[in-house]
C-alpha cells in the first residue's frame, strides 16, 4: 500500500511541481498565522529590506526605482501673486525601498470579512519627472517646461484595501478592487527646473513661492495626486496578490 502511494507520488510529482511553481514562498520570508498583525508588519519590513530589487518568485518589483506614470495636475491655483497650470509626467519614484511599514489591520483567516488596512512611512519620497507649465507670475506670462523634482518628507501612508477573493486550485487569491490612500508629510520640497532658462532669478523665485507656500499648493494638488499614488500601491501590491494565493502566505 504504502509502495504504491509512493510510485504514485513520483508520478504525480512533476505536476504537482507544476502547480506549485511560483507560488511557494522562499524560505528565508517569515510566514505568520492569520490575524497575527505583529508577525506580518514584521515579516512585510524583512521582506522590504532584503529585496530592494523585487523578488520576481513572489510578483515583487523592483521597489528601489518605482515607474509612478504621470499626474494629470492642470490647476488653477492662485498662491502668492502666482496662477499656474501644470502637468507633471514620466515619473520616477525613489525611496519606497526605505518603507517602514508601522501597522496592518484585518489579514485575518477571511480577508473580506475584515477591512485591510496598510500604515507606513518612508523617510523620503522623491519623484523625478518633467513638468509642462504655463501661468503668470507676479504679472509675467510664463510657459515652462523642464525636469522636476518633488520630495515628500517623512511621508506617512494608511492605504485602505478593498479585495475581491478569487479560487485558483483550490486556493485563495486576493485583488485589490479599490485602495484609498491617506497622506500625510512634514514638508514637501519640490523643484521645478529651467522654468524661465533665459532668466534663473526667476526660476528660483518661482520655486521659492512654491516652497514657501508648500501645504496650501500640496492642499489644491492633493486630489489629482493621490489617484496617481494609489495606482502605484495597487500596482505593487497586487502583483504580489496575483502571484501568491492568500493561504500560501500564511501558516494553514
Ligand atoms: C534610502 O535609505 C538609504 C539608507 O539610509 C539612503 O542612503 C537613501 O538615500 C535612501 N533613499 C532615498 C530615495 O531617500
Ligand atoms: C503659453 O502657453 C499658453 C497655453 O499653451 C499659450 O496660450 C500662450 O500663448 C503661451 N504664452 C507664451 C508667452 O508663450
Given amino acids: ?5 509512493w510510485n504514485l507520488f513520483i508520478f504525480l510529482s512533476p505536476i504537482m511541481y507544476l502547480t506549485l511553481q511560483g507560488q511557494t514562498i522562499p524560505k528565508d520570508i517569515q510566514k505568520c498565522h492569520f490575524g497575527n498583525t505583529k508577525c506580518t508588519v514584521d515579516s512585510m519590513n524583512a521582506v522590504i529590506r532584503n529585496y530592494p530589487k523585487g523578488l520576481p518568485e513572489i510578483g515583487m518589483k523592483p521597489i ?4 509612478a506614470g504621470f499626474s494629470q495636475v492642470w490647476k488653477n491655483e492662485q ?28 489579514f485575518g483567516k ?10 507606513g512611512q518612508i523617510p523620503s519620497l522623491v519623484h523625478k519627472g518633467k513638468y509642462i507649465s504655463y501661468g503668470r507670475a507676479w504679472f509675467i506670462q510664463l510657459n515652462g517646461t523642464g525636469p522636476s523634482f518633488s520630495d515628500f518628507q517623512n511621508f506617512r501612508f494608511t492605504l485602505k484595501l478593498k479585495v475581491i477573493q478569487e479560487y485558483r486550485n483550490n486556493k485563495r487569491y486576493l485583488n485589490i478592487y479599490e485602495l484609498v490612500p491617506i497622506i500625510h508629510m512634514d514638508r514637501w520640497n519640490i523643484w521645478l527646473d529651467e522654468f524661465s532658462p533665459e532668466n534663473i532669478d526667476l526660476t528660483i523665485a518661482v520655486n521659492k513661492v512654491f516652497n514657501d507656500n508648500w501645504l496650501e499648493f500640496w492642499n489644491e494638488l492633493e486630489p489629482t495626486v493621490l489617484p496617481t499614488l494609489a495606482n502605484t500601491f495597487t500596482d505593487l501590491i497586487n502583483n504580489i496578490f496575483e502571484k501568491v494565493s492568500y493561504d500560501d502566505m500564511f501558516i494553514t
Avoid: Q, S
Avoid at 500500500?1 to 502511494?5: F, L
Avoid at 477571511?110 to 500604515?119: C, D, F, K, L, Y
Fill in 1 to 5: 500500500m504504502c509502495e504504491v502511494r
Fill in 64 to 67: 528601489d526605482i518605482v515607474d
Fill in 79 to 106: 498662491i502668492g501673486g502666482t496662477w499656474f497650470n501644470f502637468k507633471l509626467y514620466d515619473l520616477i519614484a525613489y525611496g519606497y525601498e526605505n518603507t517602514t511599514i508601522t501597522k496592518v489591520e484585518g
Fill in 110 to 119: 477571511n480577508p473580506t470579512a475584515t477591512r485591510m488596512e496598510i500604515h
